[in-house]
């Protein structure tokens, strides 16, 4: 039944999707409208874990609103509007001459599109990035998944302005290798996609570690109520916690900048989704409601593996969707110049998810097999006394080169 209530609202939308295509435009329609859903499951599916690293430090009503409102801002917003934004600053037209391109002239508007791409992909492509370079540059990061490579970035993160400066070189080799004659489009675009990252992560870590949005909480008289009764009892008050044990959970201003930062995060992994999305149809209402559906489910299973507490349960997830991260940030800028088909994209996602997966139980079951060695060990001894010596224990941190504790996972807030 909890799998039923946090996905219901995908299989509706799914069946009234694909009916009101088939009414309005017949079998065809539907049939695509079904693909599109498809393809945007599977290029994003990465996407559900990045958000779900996000949405478990966020209370339940944020989640509910990210389940909700985002929902209404990644279908209507990212895969209708917001094409329709970038060929109208990239073509100088108005927003309504585009919207009336898009409607009487199809094939015109996805060329326009298309012509918009390098902008789109540098835009992406950076935002992407550099998700993926302060994962690998965290130096509180204590698992490792693959630990030859991820050791020296680690060490190196103690400079914290590492990640910004490499980001801006990739740009700069990226404008002037890599973009042919879009190379000042393709600068403006990305610094432009630098200067989102850095403004809304800034702001939504500003107010999460001062604790200012706890001040705007309707939980603030439920918190004082606890920790009155705390101290009459003698015992610590409880913290608001998500489905990981040790994490307090942002409310207020601090989940309304982790919210935009989600919103954007989205933003940068339906670009590829959106333009390959022409290449299947050019009607741009069954592009959003092909995308829309794929994003629903992107969306429940976020929620999906924030309640269930799989990140802490399978601890390499979070490493292989940000390897998916890079993977995708260099692709798109490769698709500057040359096209990559979405399958590859989609498959580069997949393999690494995967493999974290495989790596995660391999991990749990050499850490149960410790603990019943350990378990072992701590009872009777040689001489038949209890002993508490624990030398049978296996390293858990040897799998894959990830070293540390198993409680510990992801990147820090």
């Known amino acids: 039944m909890h799998v039923l209530r946090i996905f219901g609202w995908s299989f509706a939308i799914t069946a009234i999707g694909i009916a009101a295509a088939g009414v309005i435009g017949g079998g065809d329609a539907a049939a695509i409208v079904a693909?599109?859903?498809?393809?945007?499951?599977?290029?994003s599916f990465d996407n559900a874990v990045i958000n779900a690293t996000i949405l478990r430090r966020m209370s339940e009503v944020w989640q509910r609103l990210f389940l909700s409102l985002g929902v209404i801002i990644a279908v209507f917003g990212m895969r209708l509007l917001f094409p329709i934004v970038i060929v109208a600053l990239t073509a100088h037209l108005s927003p309504l001459d585009v919207f009336d391109l898009a409607l009487n002239d199809e094939a015109e508007y996805a060329a326009r599109l298309h012509e918009a791409?390098?902008?789109?992909?540098?835009?992406?492509?950076?935002?992407?990035?550099?998700?993926?370079?302060?994962?690998?540059?965290?130096?509180?990061r204590d698992i490792q998944w693959l630990r030859w490579l991820e050791e020296p970035f680690r060490k190196a993160g103690q400079l914290e302005v590492l990640s910004v400066v490499t980001g801006l070189v990739a740009l700069l080799v990226v404008a002037e290798a890599f973009?042919?004659?879009?190379?000042?489009?393709?600068?403006?675009?990305?610094?432009?996609?630098?200067?989102?990252?850095?403004?809304?992560?800034?702001l939504g870590e500003f107010f999460e570690a001062r604790g200012i949005g706890?001040?705007?909480?309707?939980?603030?008289?439920?918190?004082?109520?606890?920790?009155?009764?705390?101290?009459?009892?003698?015992?610590?008050?409880?913290?608001?916690?998500?489905g990981t044990p040790d994490l307090v959970l942002a409310t207020g201003r601090a989940a309304f900048f982790l919210f935009l930062y989600l919103e954007v995060i989205d933003a940068s992994f339906s670009f590829d989704g959106v333009v390959g999305a022409f290449a299947i149809s050019q009607n741009i209402f069954i592009i959003a409601t092909g995308l829309g559906i794929g994003a629903m489910y992107i969306r429940s299973t976020t929620v999906y593996l924030v309640r269930r507490g799989t990140l802490s349960e399978y601890v390499f997830l979070e490493h292989g969707a940000h390897y998916a991260i890079g993977a995708l940030a260099v692709i798109l800028a490769v698709s500057i110049e040359t096209e990559v088909h979405e399958v590859v994209?989609?498959?580069?996602?997949?393999?690494?998810?995967g493999l974290a997966l495989l790596s995660s139980i391999r991990f749990r079951a050499k850490e149960r097999k410790a603990a019943e060695v350990e378990s072992g060990a701590g009872g009777a001894g040689p001489d038949?006394?209890?002993?508490?010596?624990?030398?049978?224990?296996?390293?858990?941190?040897?799998l894959g080169g990830g070293g540390g504790k198993a409680s510990?996972?992801?990147t820090s807030s």
């Open 35 to 43: 693909i599109l859903a498809v393809l945007e499951i599977s290029l």
């Open 117 to 140: 791409h390098p902008s789109i992909a540098a835009f992406g492509g950076i935002f992407l990035f550099m998700i993926f370079l302060d994962f690998m540059f965290d130096p509180e």
């Open 179 to 202: 973009s042919g004659d879009h190379t000042q489009q393709v600068l403006t675009a990305g610094v432009a996609g630098l200067a989102t990252y850095l403004g809304v992560r800034g």
């Open 214 to 242: 706890a001040d705007d909480d309707e939980d603030e008289d439920d918190d004082a109520a606890q920790s009155t009764s705390a101290q009459a009892t003698g015992s610590a008050p409880a913290e608001r916690r998500t």
């Open 345 to 353: 994209t989609g498959l580069i996602g997949v393999a690494f998810i």
């Open 384 to 398: 038949g006394q209890d002993s508490d010596d624990s030398d049978g224990a296996v390293d858990s941190g040897g």
């Open 408 to 410: 510990t996972v992801g």
